[in-house]
T-cell receptor, first 112, second 114 residues
Framework: GQSLEQPSEVTAVEGAIVQINCTYQTSGFYGLSWYQQHDGGAPTFLSYNALDGLEETGRFSSFLSRSDSYGYLLLQELQMKDSASYFCAGLYSGAGSYQLTFGKGTKLSVIP | EAQVTQNPRYLITVTGKKLTVTCSQNMNHEYMSWYRQDPGLGLRQIYYSMNVEVTDKGDVPEGYKVSRKEKRNFPLILESPSPNQTSLYFC?????????????FGPGTRLLVL
């Protein structure tokens, strides 16, 4: 199957900005999503990029560059509650079906 | 309230004893899938279904079965569970025309196979 690569851990200070990168395999690639998961909880959808460029949703933004096979999630004005794991997920199409493949996740720790 | 429900939430079983984890959604979603989550490995797709009676293997289908007889239900079946299937399992559903933008996850099922 396809694979997506992202850093395993990131630490940032409350109030700061952090960027979580994700690189992906291009064969059959359709779009890139980001999910947030707090310990013990279910993943929740944050954003989706089908086209190149920046998508902004409040303090969170997501970027996609198809030419570089790369995307990132940008979190601004970090809050303690943003401490969680963040997953990028690629939608891949082929043979009339869609398959979602997740990265292994980035554990974000926000410190005072 | 739009939701995906899974049952049971927690399950301890023994090797070889067949079990079923149920998944149901109330959003009329066509696309449903099962994932397992293990430390350091992220979420890996087990099976997915694009509609009733249409199922496909994901990245880690070995040892699992699914069925999609009704649009709202997508049970995961372990015919002969083994300890390496101890994991956290999530069911998810979404609209077929926008699977990445509308995906909802269930609360998860923690399975321990002894």
């Amino acid at each position: 199957g396809q694979s997506l690569e992202q850093p395993s851990e990131v630490t940032a200070v409350e109030g700061a900005i952090v960027q979580i990168n994700c690189t992906y395999q291009t064969s059959g690639f359709y779009g890139l999503s980001w999910y947030q998961q707090h310990d013990g909880g279910a993943p929740t959808f944050l954003s989706y990029n089908a086209l190149d460029g920046l998508e902004e949703t409040g303090r969170f933004s997501s970027f996609l560059s198809r030419s570089d096979s790369y995307g990132y999630l940008l979190l601004q004005e970090l809050q303690m509650k943003d401490s969680a794991s963040y997953f990028c997920a690629g939608l891949y199409s082929g043979a009339g079906s869609y398959q979602l493949t997740f990265g292994k996740g980035t554990k974000l720790s926000v410190i005072p | 309230e739009a939701q995906v429900t899974q049952n049971p939430r927690y399950l301890i079983t023994v090797t070889g004893k067949k079990l079923t984890v149920t998944c149901s959604q109330n959003m009329n979603h066509e696309y449903m899938s099962w994932y397992r989550q293990d430390p350091g490995l992220g979420l890996r797709q087990i099976y997915y279904s694009m509609n009733v009676e249409v199922t496909d293997k994901g990245d880690v289908p070995e040892g699992y079965k699914v069925s999609r007889k009704e649009k709202r239900n997508f049970p995961l079946i372990l015919e002969s569970p083994s300890p390496n299937q101890t994991s956290l399992y999530f069911c998810a559903s979404s609209l077929l025309e926008a699977p990445q933008e509308t995906q909802y996850f269930g609360p998860g099922t923690r399975l321990l196979v002894l």
